[in-house]
């Protein structure tokens, strides 16, 4: 059993800066692909960005060069660095745990967090 912790969302203008934290326990973390995944009001929820247990990255091309994600192994931890903010970007932001990770997801995904939300002001 893993359990996942988002916090940092909040209310920020456009073009402004957040950074989300997802604090993981559990089993080990280390060996977990994990991800931010991302729903709007009316819309389905969407993978945003991902990290695998090697290090690997990818994100919705929406977000590029704008949205960073990291693990830190040692914090049991990930995070979304998220700069230049756009009122499309608001949305409940889940932190999720898998098997590996894929260019628009993670497969053998079996946990969520409970979400945070994120507002941008226009």
């Known amino acids: 059993q893993v359990q996942l912790t988002e916090s940092g969302g909040g209310l920020v203008q456009a073009g402004g800066s957040l950074r989300l934290s997802c604090a993981a326990s559990?089993?080990?973390?280390?060996?977990?692909?994990m991800a931010w995944f991302r729903q709007a009001p009316g819309k389905d929820r969407e993978f945003v960005s991902g990290?695998?247990?090697?290090?690997?990255?990818y994100q919705l091309a929406s977000v590029k060069g704008r949205f960073t994600i990291s693990r830190d192994n040692a914090k049991n931890t990930v995070y979304l660095q998220m700069n230049s903010l756009k009122p499309e970007d608001t949305a409940v932001y889940y932190c999720?745990?898998?098997?590996?990770?894929?260019?628009?997801?993670?497969?053998?995904?079996?946990?969520w967090g409970q979400g945070t939300q994120v507002t941008v002001s226009s």
């Open positions: 990290i695998s247990s090697n290090f690997y990255t």
């Open positions: 999720a745990a898998g098997v590996s990770l894929t260019t628009t997801g993670l497969t053998g995904n079996a946990y």
């Open positions: 559990g089993r080990t973390f280390s060996n977990y692909a």
